[in-house]
C-alpha cells in the first residue's frame, strides 16, 4: 500500500481536518535503482514526521502517510516538474521543470540535495510513469478524495501538509547555505488559506515556545496548491519543522526528548482543533 489512512480516533468528534505527511516514507521500493547506501538515501526523508502528528487522529482529524519515499518519486511535485534531459526517451506530454526540478529535486529526484546523483544512469519513460500510477497518483487520489469527503459533509476544510527540513541549507537550496527557523508556516503567500488561519498556527508554534516564520524561506508547494480555495471553504497550509528540534546532529536518530517534543505538538493538535470546531459554529 502506498500510504496508509487514520481516521478519526473512537469517541472523538470528526473534523474537517487532515493532515498529511507525503516525505515521512521509509519503504524503498525493489526497482528503485539507485546507487547510494541507506543512509543517505534517509538525508532525504522528513524523518518521523509522521510520528510526530500521529496524535492527530485522536483530536478529531484524519492523517495520512506516505509509505514509499519522497526520492522515489515526490508527491509533492506537479507531474509536469520534470527535466526532460533525465529521461532516456521523449515524455508523451508537455513538460514545465521548475527550478527545483533543474537542481534535481523535481517529480523524481536526481541529485541528493543538490550534492551527489541518485542514480548512475537515465530515467525510462516507462519506470517513471510506473511510479505516478503506483505511488503518486494514488496518494494524491487519496488526500483529494478525503478533502473532497470532508468538504461535503461539512461546507469547509482545512487540510495542514506536515514536512520537516535540514537545519541549514546549501548552495543548491533557494535560500542558500543558511540557518534555518524552527518552524516554517507557509500559505502560498496568503492565497492557499484564510489568514486567521495561518495566525493560529503561527500563533501556537510562539505559544509553544518555537521561533516560526512565515513563508520564509518555503511559500508552499504542490500539495497546498493543488487543493486550496479559500473562496470555497477549502483552507491548505505547510508545515516545515526544523530538524534540530527532534533528531541529533542531522543524522537518523531521535533526540532523547522526542516524546516531550510529541506532546507539545499534541497540544498545537488540540489547539488546531478548537479553532476548526469553533470557527463554523
Known sequence: MPFEKTGPSTGSTVLPLLYDSPH???VYPDDFGTHLSMEKLQWAEDA???QIFAGAPDVGATLITANFPRLYIDPNRSLTDVDPSTLDGEWPEPLEPSDK???GKGLVW?????TEPVYNRKLRVEEVQHRIDTYWQPYHDAVSGTLDDLHSAFGYVYHIDCHSMRAMGNSNDSDGPAPR?????SDREGTSCDPEFTDLIYTQLKHLGFKP???DPFKGAELTDAYSNPADNRHSLQ???NRCLYLKDEGYQKRDDFGEFCDAMQSFNRAV??????KYT
Open 101 to 103: 526540478a533543474r537542481r
Open 48 to 50: 518521523f514526521v509522521d
Open 181 to 185: 527557523p524552527e518552524f516554517v508556516v
Open 110 to 114: 536526481e541529485t541528493l540535495h543538490g
Open 24 to 26: 515521512s516514507g521509509r
Open 239 to 241: 508545515i516545515e519543522i
Open 273 to 278: 482543533a478548537s479553532f476548526v470546531t469553533d
Open 213 to 215: 516564520t512565515i513563508n
